[in-house]
């Protein structure tokens, strides 16, 4: 069974520093597909970036970016020039689509306190 | 285009009872799926409904429930509440076929005491 495992509960970062989340996960698939999804404290959940499991090359989107390493089954999102607004819960997500539907996995979420 | 809409916002209901949550998803999404969650657990899989079928359950006794209408709208019901079931429940939409990133909606607070 594929487990998502983000063994940071709680980060803080100061405003303009760059910060890393990390994401570890466990699979026997090879073709998935991998979030990063952010939840401010308003609550409603946007994603953030998403990788492509058969994509060597890393997402990126703005600040956001990740390294993904496949082999080490590793998923980390980095935020580069952190703001304010990025104070939310972070949460890592793996999905893998089969036979006509498809399964989500969510990691149990970094908290991530951007410091002025 | 509407994001995906949750109603109610927040629920107080006593043991025992029972509850129903709404979700509407956004126009052309036929994919809606329910999620529980509480502090420390994450977000844990309830149940997907694609086109008025069940696609996909999670490990939830089977107090919890739900259905699809024939516009994607979607219902989760909750009978003979318990305490352990206060959480946030989010409802997230999707295509529904492919990679279908998930939308979700704001989320409906449920309180039981």
């Known amino acids: 069974a594929q487990t998502v495992t983000q063994s940071q509960p709680e980060m803080s970062v100061q405003e303009a520093e760059t910060v890393t989340l990390s994401c570890t996960y466990d699979?026997?698939?090879?073709?998935?597909?991998l979030f990063w999804y952010k939840q401010p404290p308003s609550r409603q959940m946007i994603l953030v970036i998403r990788?492509?499991?058969?994509?060597?090359q890393n997402a990126t989107e703005n600040r956001f970016s990740v390294n993904f390493q496949k082999a080490a089954k590793s998923f980390s999102l980095k935020i580069s020039d952190s703001q304010l607004g990025d104070t939310a819960m972070y949460f890592c997500a793996f999905m893998k689509s089969y036979s006509g539907t498809y399964k989500y996995i969510f990691g149990t979420g970094t908290r991530l306190k951007v410091l002025a | 285009k509407a994001g995906v809409t949750q109603t109610p916002r927040y629920l107080i209901k006593t043991r025992g009872q029972q509850v129903t949550l709404s979700c509407s998803p956004i126009?052309?999404?036929?994919?809606v799926s329910w999620y529980q969650q509480t502090p420390g657990q994450g977000l844990q899989f309830l149940f997907e409904?694609?086109?008025?079928?069940?696609?996909n359950k999670g490990n939830f006794p089977g107090r919890f429930s739900g259905r699809q209408f024939s516009n994607s709208r979607s219902e989760m019901n909750v009978s003979t509440l318990e305490l352990g079931d206060s959480a946030l429940y989010l409802c997230a939409s999707s295509l529904g076929q492919g990679l279908s990133e998930q939308y979700f909606g704001p989320g409906t607070r449920l309180t039981v005491t």
């Open positions: 126009s052309g999404h036929r994919s």
């Open positions: 699979t026997s698939e090879n073709n998935y597909y």
């Open positions: 990788q492509e499991a058969y994509k060597q």
């Open positions: 409904y694609f086109s008025e079928t069940q696609r």
